[in-house]
């Protein structure tokens, strides 16, 4: 993964000529020794990236946010004590038409090319 990232990071450079940020989001735990990777060094190149582990998340803003609700599912369970202030909030933001779409879409997209509609 450090030389993926360097290897995008260098090809949105050449492109954009902007400021760039990396975040790698992994979605479950592995055993692989790369999720505790956050940069890449070689000699004197160093490119850093930051790493997210869902699992870890909190999952209380993403309960906030119609369009990562799907995310919030894989993120750390949520306590009994938070449940109901995250229930609250949600009822009141799901509740608008535009909110909605932006959650279906979300869900869309997290199902990849096995969603049919």
Request: hydrophobic content about 45%; aromatic content about 6%.
């Amino acid at each position: 993964m450090p030389e993926r990232m360097l290897e995008y990071w260098i090809r949105l450079w050449r492109l954009h000529r902007k400021p760039i940020g990396q975040v790698v989001l992994y979605l479950r735990k592995t055993n692989s020794p790369l999720e505790q990777v956050g940069e890449l060094q070689v000699g004197e190149t160093r490119h850093r990236y930051g790493v997210v582990r869902l699992w870890e998340q909190d999952p209380l803003p993403l309960l906030e946010n119609p369009a990562l609700l799907p995310l919030a599912t894989l993120a750390r369970p949520v306590t009994a004590a938070n449940k109901k202030a995250s229930k609250k909030a949600n009822d009141s933001r799901i509740a608008s038409a535009a909110a909605e779409h932006l959650a279906l879409v979300a869900e869309r997209v997290a199902a990849g090319p096995c969603w049919q509609g």
